[in-house]
């Protein structure tokens, strides 16, 4: 473990990281609630599911690709059940598991909070970033996530729970 004190400019990026961390989820959530009446986590869940084959993922690829535990998602799909914009069904492979279905109704959802969200990260976001080279942000960006995600609050991704 390197505890060298971090520069000025470490020390720079890492609090802006940091606020950034803390303001964006809250400012998108509450963009999306006031436009579309979604929050920002069951866009993400309508959104990963439109983008899959079959508009279906397993619970537990769902919740790793929103970083959220499994008890939590299963909160979260519960509420998009109600509303008929997604359904469990047991997934195929094992019975066991089960798979979250992206609806006819939670695709015209997302497709009609699309537009309104996208002005959204535009204003809030992208606008700001302007003359970055955002692949290499992008990047940088996930791979803080890629790598670190087995250190969260719960110590491992779903995933890795499933190994064990």
């Not at 940091?18 to 509450?30: E, K, Q, S, W, Y």
């Not at 959204?120 to 976001?125: G, I, L």
């Not at 302007?130 to 670190?148: F, M, Q, S």
């Amino acid at each position: 473990m390197n505890e060298q004190p971090l520069n000025a400019d470490e020390e720079a990026a890492w609090r802006a990281i940091a606020r950034v961390a803390t303001f964006l989820p809250r400012i998108i959530d509450a963009e999306l609630l006031r436009l579309t009446n979604l929050t920002l986590s069951e866009y993400l869940v309508l959104m990963l599911l439109s983008e899959a084959p079959g508009r279906s993922l397993r619970m537990s690829e769902l919740a790793d690709g929103i970083l959220i535990s499994f008890s939590g998602l299963t909160r979260l799909v519960e509420r998009l059940e109600r509303e008929n914009m997604v359904e469990r069904i047991r997934a195929e492979t094992d019975g066991r598991g089960q798979r979250a279905v992206l609806t006819d109704t939670g695709l015209a959802r997302l497709e009609a909070a699309w537009p309104g969200h996208l002005a959204s990260v535009r204003r809030v976001v992208i606008d700001h970033l302007a003359g970055l080279d955002l692949p290499a942000l992008a990047a940088a960006l996930n791979a803080i996530v890629d790598e670190n995600a087995s250190r969260g609050p719960r110590g491992t991704t779903a995933r890795q729970r499933r190994r064990r």
